[in-house]
């Protein structure tokens, strides 16, 4: 008798990749380190119930018919990792770096979206990593070997694809170096669909691979929160995804070095920045939902997965716990002051190793504010939502809602 054959759980894990055709699946190039994945394809089945004489109430036929996959994943946050996520949900990306202090130039014409090079005043050499325009539109790449006497052309090696945003003439080149910082808005420009992703599972039992993958996963809610008292800083998140398909051979995981962050890091400001005058010390505990709409749309094409799963609109909300020092968290809802409010958490590290998550919301309203008495402290619990607002729109234009930053060592184009 052999051995019965099992698989541990303790060895699965879960990766991404961004993919170019929504619902081809490609390969994982990067692990997502969570600590819950909960997978579900979800076929339809077409009964056949039409009357035969027979004394029953079930179907004559089980017919397939159009089929879906839903997740759940979640755990500690990630810097390098965070990424994927919130390009998902939101979609607009801008790209900044730390200047190296030299070298710096200017463009010497204007560029256009998708633009493969630029034209500099000065040259910069190949393999410079320069940082283009500044604000929403600013982009990081990796150049090429330079050609011209002046003004000389500077190819963009890396990331392919070329441009994003629009560059007017003497805007700003600068060779930047990490840590680099990811700001997320809504995107408005294009089709307002935001790049989808395959996520790759590895639990064991898949033949081959031991591995399934679900493509096209387009995300439906990300949460964040934080307990300063007891947990780390974590997220959870929903998708709707493709049918799974089985991986002809066996992923690696390969792990960033990263560490997670303690949520007594979090720093509040209402009114301001979260720093200064600003910074309220007296908040618990909190929560942030980015919900984005979205619906697989299905046609009579021959095939049983989705035609696409369309994104709609994106909403933003949130919950914080504070001491009552004052009766604030009761005025802000009161009396509707809708201020600005920023949260950040870093992980207390210098130079490359420095990072952080930043969520900046031009406009707050608190729209719930309820008074808690029976604990050690008087404590308010209030609810927020943000409001669509310019300040928070990144280079696409338009409204968001809220800009999310991350900074990390990340290297550009991997979102």
């Known amino acids: 008798m052999s051995t019965p054959v099992t698989y541990a759980p303790q060895k699965q894990f879960v990766g991404i990749a961004n993919e170019t055709v929504q619902g081809t699946p490609v390969n994982m190039t990067a692990t997502m380190l969570v600590d819950s994945f909960k997978p579900k394809d979800s076929p339809k089945f077409l009964e056949d119930k039409a009357w035969r004489g027979a004394m029953a109430d079930d179907s004559f036929a089980q017919i397939p018919g159009t089929q879906i996959a839903d997740l759940d994943l979640g755990g500690p946050v990630f810097l390098d990792g965070l990424g994927y996520v919130l390009r998902n949900i939101m979609g607009d990306l801008s790209t900044t770096g730390t200047s190296t ?28 990593v320069v940082q283009i325009g500044t604000g929403a539109t600013a982009e990081v790449f990796t150049t090429g070997t330079p050609t011209g006497s002046g003004p000389y052309t500077i190819p963009l090696s890396s990331p392919t694809g070329g441009l994003v945003y629009q560059h007017a003439s003497a805007q700003a080149v600068q060779p930047v170096t990490g840590p680099f ?8 420009s294009g089709t307002g669909q ?14 081959t691979s031991g591995a ?60 301001g920045p979260a720093a200064g005058g600003t910074l ?5 505990d909190g929560e942030v939902t980015i919900k984005r709409e979205l619906t697989p749309y299905f046609t009579g094409n021959g095939v049983q997965s989705p035609y ?9 909300e949130g919950k914080l716990s504070f001491i009552a020092a004052s009766e604030s968290p009761y005025l802000y809802m009161i009396n509707n002051t809708q201020p600005q409010l920023q949260l950040l958490i870093s992980n207390g590290l210098a130079g490359l190793s420095a990072g952080s998550v930043q969520f900046d919301f031009a406009k707050a309203a608190f729209t719930e504010s309820e008074p808690d008495g029976s604990k050690s402290a008087v404590e308010y619990s209030d609810v927020f939502k943000a409001v669509l607002n310019t300040t928070n729109a990144g280079g696409s234009g338009s409204y968001s809602p809220c800009k999310v930053s991350v900074t990390c060592n990340v290297t550009p184009g991997t979102y």
């Open 194 to 207: 935001p790049p989808s992703h395959t996520l790759t599972h590895m639990l064991g039992p898949t033949a």
């Open 308 to 316: 696409i799963i369309q994104r709609a609109g994106l909403a933003v």
């Open 181 to 188: 910082t990811y700001a997320w808005s809504l995107l408005n």
């Open 101 to 128: 202090g030299t070298g710096g130039t200017t463009l010497s014409t204007g560029a256009a979206v998708g633009a493969s090079s630029i034209s500099t005043v000065a040259t910069i050499p190949n393999g410079t």
């Open 212 to 271: 399934r993958q679900y493509p096209g996963a387009c995300f439906s809610e990300v949460g964040f929160k934080w307990n300063s008292e007891s947990d780390l800083f974590t997220w959870d998140a929903k998708a709707t995804a493709y049918p799974s398909v089985a991986l002809g051979s066996a992923p690696t995981s390969n792990p960033g070095s990263t560490a997670p962050m303690a949520s007594w890091r979090m720093a509040v400001g209402i009114g």
């Open 280 to 284: 309220i010390p007296t908040v618990m």
